[in-house]
């Protein structure tokens, strides 16, 4: 069993449904690429005779588009970079600070990863879009939720700067939850 013998890069990435492991073997020699995603085999392929190039493949529940680059740098020396939705791994960790809020919580010895999506206002836990219910309050909004049997509320409220924009706090059996960040 020759697993993993070849393997040139493994990267992390953070989506609505979890975390994922990307995992790359470039056999230089044979030209063989292989592409695990969360230890599963994506792409196989044997005999590459062209050694730079890409692999595009999908990550987690939505399907999101990933390309790892193979770029040739000095003579036998390769170079791999990962790109999600078009955009470097950097620029797409960026971006999702910006459109998502992350919580990591544990309750009754479990532990739990909420995500909100913004501009959706869908709300992920554990990999699965939860049903959500939301309601106008005073002073914002609320979507209610459950995790375990748990009762969940995330709470949107305006800051009152134009910058900053709207504030979003997660509360679980009455008590504020830290934003986690990834």
């Known amino acids: 069993l020759e697993k993993m013998t070849d393997l040139v890069a493994v990267w992390e990435v953070a989506l609505s449904d979890g975390v994922h492991k990307i995992e790359f073997e ?5 030209g063989k690429r292989v592409v695990y995603v969360d230890g599963k085999e994506e792409i196989r392929k044997e005999w590459m005779f062209k050694l730079v190039g890409k692999e595009t493949f999908t990550v ?9 680059n193979i770029d040739a740098v000095s003579g036998f020396a390769y ?6 939705n078009g955009k470097s791994l950097k620029k797409h960790m960026e971006n999702r600070s910006k459109t998502t809020n992350t919580w990591i919580l544990s309750l009754g010895g479990t532990d739990y990863r909420v995500v909100l999506e913004k501009d959706t206002m869908d709300v992920w836990c554990n990999g699965q879009k939860l049903e959500t219910a939301g309601e106008f309050v005073e002073d914002g909004t609320e979507t209610h939720f459950t995790v375990g049997d748990h009762s969940c509320c995330i709470k949107a409220v305006s800051s009152g700067k134009r910058k900053e924009g709207i504030i979003h706090t997660l509360i679980v059996d009455d008590r504020e939850i830290p934003e986690a960040v990834e």
């Open 60 to 68: 987690g529940a939505a399907k999101t588009k990933a390309t790892i």
């Open 26 to 30: 470039h056999g230089t020699t044979s």
């Open 79 to 84: 170079e791999y970079t990962l790109e999600i």
